[in-house]
């Protein structure tokens, strides 16, 4: 890991830095869509769930959903953002074959939630990162360009889900910092249900914004923005890409056009999307069909009450609560499934142990098995059970690690596994005494070397004792035995 | 504000309206008469006063997050000209 923050990229004439800005959408967890009762689920039958409003059919009204408003306050609440009493749905004029009508309802100069900020864990400490504004807007269909060499074919299930749009400041400085701010909102949505942040379902997708300046400059350089990006590698990638495009065309004298770039990730490059000149001619206004949105301030008390822990408060629970490292908390938390897991063992054997089993141990398998923990092999109660077996002097930490293994391949109880495979550990004085006594018999020479000086031979001692016990030999009576008797 | 030839050809362009140099003509004297009626608004003062986004004083109604089945594929796939395997089916659009 590195300490000190050393993205700066190196250009001919000097070393640059890079300046970020991201609009995430965010898909709103809720049962119907924003302006219509139809449902939202992901993955069904093309155009099966289009009500005569997303088909924007002539004279639908769209009629709020009151969910989907209580979810983007929720999620402004998680941002540490200010709620707006007062905001205002306009139409963004555009046509595309997937927007039946012609224009997406959004909020443009009076959104729902105003500004923010979110904190970020970085190797050279933690960052604060400004949310602009949060505000609601309906999804497009989905049109699939690969089944017809002539056509593109739409489905406009989407069309109509809520999203969330959250504008952040362009406060972050590296790839890195992007991946961690992600997950981050992310994390954060998920904790509060509003958002299950799939980005390969595309239910969180960023437009990311990039410039670039001299080191240490404080002007900012012309900006571009790469559009509707749903991995995170390829959007650092795309950034990594976009800056360095950036630094050459300056540093040739050449401008940087304010453009919105697609990121090709086969090529692994950005290039310019056609018919730009006209892309931003929006032409916003507030939309007739919907009257404002006042909310009183006891409906949004009421959200704030019921807010579930998020995962700064956690971490900082954790620290208090199980004296875990920053670190180490902040690994803990950053999933709503993981932490729930590290709960249930560290409340029912050792927190200590239980993080490090947790985040060394079991984190190594799943990774390897490309699992994620609510589908972990080992259970939390089986876990805890590993662990209480070597706080109680049942089996040592080397043991505990084939045990392990075994309750990866079976999801078998430790407890049985120990006695089934005879690893209990040997911590019986007198028997151990009587192995020992009968080593230091069989290596006289090697007594004498140790007792003349030679004391790191102790460790080969130890490793016979282990060696005649087959490896269940408690460890530390194995050496208090041994301090005694070479005496 | 004036409404030149370029302003109309922009406005049909986005607005996806055919033209013609006789009806673009038409527009422009048409668009600028109107411009002028609207642009006396601008004698009076405003400064202090909030943009109106609705003529209602009126605060919108929320609805329940309640699913109401309503398949109506065969229906609204019959607007389109063309459909396969249940998709709308139009020109290739892809940037």
Redesign the interface.
Known sequence: MNNKFNYYLKGKKGEYEVVIGLEVHAQIL???KLFS???TKFGQ????????VD?AMPGMLP???????EQAIKTGLGLNAKINNFS?FDRK?Y???DLPQGYQISQYK?PIVGEGKVILDMPYGTKEIGIERLHLEQDAGK???D??????????NRSGIALMEIVSKPDLSSPEEVSVYIKKLRSIMRYLNTCDGNMEEGSLRADVNVSVRKKGSKDFGTRCEIKNMNSIKFIQQAIDFEAYRQIELIEDGKAVNQETR?FDNKKQETRS???KE?AH?Y?YF?D?D?????LDSDFIENIKKKLPELPDQKKQRLINEFKLSSYEAGVIISDKETSAYYENVAKNSDYKLASNWLTVELFAVLNKQNKNISDSPVSSINLAKLINLIKNNTISGKIAKTVFEEMVKTDGDPEKIVIDRGLKQQSDPKELEKIISKILENNGDKVKQYKSGKEKLFGFFVGQAMKETEGKGNPNLINDILKKMLK | MTITKDTVKKISKLSRISTNSKFEEEMIKDLNSIIKFVDQLNELNIDKVEPLSSVVNEKATLREDEVKKMNAKNDILKNSPEDNENYYVVPKVIE
């Open positions: 809720s049962e119907a009762p139809s449902a039958e093309p155009n099966s769930q289009v009500s005569l088909a009629v709020i959903n009151k969910f989907c408003v205002i004029n046509f595309y074959a009076n049109s699939l360009h089944q017809d060499p002539n056509n593109s074919f739409v489905d406009l697609l999307m056609r018919s006209d001619d032409r507030p007739p919907l009257l404002p949105l006042k």
